[in-house]
């Protein structure tokens, strides 16, 4: 028998996993998501959630708290007489009293291989720290953050050039695929959860915008791995002097090179130069150990482009700089 479900969530994440839940047939009650926020290039329209806009398309009521711990919102969630909620993304801690309305509780969608990567940005720490595998996990909610029992998982290769936004996509659909199959083992009763083991906690912080400038000196790995897990938001950055002018340059896609690659005069004892040099016609920038390849970036106010696109309107020479 389909289940009634209250879902929750909130980003383009959160969007396939609705679709999903509502595709197979299960009685969505309500969904909760995020209030609009200020949006447009002057802050001043008011801009629903992803989750919201496919919601109202799908005809579901949306609810749009600010907050769930008062007695009003937790009683008109509890009058839903839900079987169980979905929560992917939301953006807010459940109080106990929301995690016991519903008949069956709480499930969520979390975006990594727990107890690795806990909290608000999984999938850009993963690639940050330089995984090479993480994964989606349905698990149940408690109070701790993302402490609850696990039930599913699928795992998934990092590649050692994707981005936080290629993890992101293909993460989404695991995850839609996943919590259709945990739904449809609660109603055999055959969904089981296992303790997260007690070794290997990591937590994924918000990313902080004093984060996104690129440290130079940093070994070429390490900077790869930081422009990636922040693309394409949002955005490492740098600077450099295109023109006269200096401008901040959004570096959205990278990739390793070894000495052998980077010009054809180039020997095994030469030195790389100082951090943040270019040393080549091809974007290819000296980090403290090794270099790196800039393959797409985005100049304030433009879109992104292909390095060899930039190249061809930003006349950047071997010898100039970022900073």
Same mark, same amino acid.
């Given at each position: 028998?389909?289940?009634?479900?209250?879902?929750?969530?909130?980003?383009?994440?959160?969007?396939?996993?609705?679709?999903?839940?509502?595709?197979?047939?299960?009685?969505?009650?309500?969904?909760?998501?995020?209030?609009?926020?200020?949006?447009? @290039?002057?802050?001043?329209?008011?801009?629903?959630?992803?989750?919201?806009?496919?919601?109202?398309?799908?005809?579901?009521?949306?609810?749009?708290?600010?907050?769930?711990?008062?007695?009003?919102?937790?009683?008109?969630?509890?009058?839903?007489?839900?079987?169980?909620?979905?929560?992917?993304?939301?953006?807010?801690?459940?109080?106990?009293?929301?995690?016991?309305?519903?008949?069956?509780?709480?499930?969520?969608?979390?975006?990594?291989?727990?107890?690795?990567?806990?909290?608000?940005?999984?999938?850009?720490?993963?690639?940050?720290?330089?995984?090479?595998?993480?994964?989606?996990?349905?698990?149940?909610?408690?109070?701790?953050?993302?402490?609850?029992?696990?039930?599913?998982?699928?795992?998934?290769?990092?590649?050692?050039?994707?981005?936080?936004?290629?993890?992101?996509?293909?993460?989404?659909?695991?995850?839609?695929?996943?919590?259709?199959?945990?739904?449809?083992?609660?109603?055999?009763?055959?969904?089981?959860?296992?303790?997260?083991?007690?070794?290997?906690?990591?937590?994924?912080?918000?990313?902080?915008?004093?984060?996104? @400038?690129?440290?130079?000196?940093?070994?070429?790995?390490?900077?790869?791995?930081?422009?990636?897990?922040?693309?394409?938001?949002?955005?490492?950055?740098?600077?450099?002097?295109?023109?006269? @002018?200096?401008? @901040?340059?959004?570096?959205?896609?990278?990739?390793?090179?070894?000495?052998?690659?980077?010009?054809?005069?180039?020997?095994?004892?030469?030195?790389?130069?100082?951090?943040?040099?270019?040393?080549?016609?091809?974007?290819?920038?000296?980090?403290?150990?090794?270099?790196?390849?800039?393959?797409?970036?985005?100049?304030?106010?433009?879109?992104?482009?292909?390095?060899?696109?930039?190249?061809?309107?930003?006349?950047?020479?071997?010898?100039?700089?970022?900073?």
């Amino acid at each position: 028998m389909p289940l009634r479900v209250i879902f929750m969530g909130t980003p383009e994440f959160s969007v396939p996993v609705l679709r999903a839940i509502a595709e197979a047939g299960h009685e969505i009650a309500a969904v909760y998501t995020q209030p609009p926020r200020a949006a447009g @290039r002057r802050g001043l329209e008011l801009t629903p959630s992803p989750v919201q806009r496919e919601a109202e398309r799908l005809g579901i009521d949306v609810r749009t708290p600010i907050s769930l711990k008062g007695e009003t919102e937790q009683a008109a969630f509890r009058a839903l007489q839900a079987d169980v909620a979905v929560a992917v993304a939301y953006g807010l801690l459940l109080p106990k009293a929301i995690l016991e309305a519903p008949r069956l509780g709480c499930i969520n969608g979390h975006a990594s291989l727990l107890p690795r990567w806990r909290g608000a940005a999984p999938i850009q720490r993963a690639i940050m720290a330089g995984d090479t595998e993480t994964g989606m996990m349905v698990m149940h909610m408690e109070e701790g953050l993302d402490t609850g029992p696990v039930a599913l998982v699928e795992k998934c290769a990092i590649g050692p050039d994707m981005t936080a936004g290629d993890l992101h996509d293909r993460l989404m659909h695991i995850a839609a695929t996943l919590m259709v199959e945990a739904l449809s083992r609660i109603e055999t009763e055959t969904l089981a959860f296992t303790l997260q083991a007690v070794d290997g906690v990591t937590y994924a912080r918000k990313i902080d915008k004093s984060e996104t @400038r690129v440290d130079w000196t940093r070994p070429a790995v390490e900077v790869h791995n930081h422009l990636r897990g922040l693309s394409p938001f949002p955005g490492a950055w740098s600077e450099i002097e295109i023109g006269g @002018r200096t401008e @901040r340059l959004k570096l959205l896609r990278s990739t390793l090179v070894d000495g052998q690659s980077l010009t054809e005069d180039w020997s095994p004892s030469e030195d790389l130069g100082e951090s943040g040099g270019i040393l080549d016609d091809r974007l290819t920038v000296a980090c403290g150990t090794g270099a790196i390849r800039l393959v797409e970036v985005q100049r304030a106010g433009g879109r992104p482009a292909a390095a060899q696109e930039f190249l061809r309107g930003a006349k950047i020479e071997k010898g100039m700089k970022f900073s």
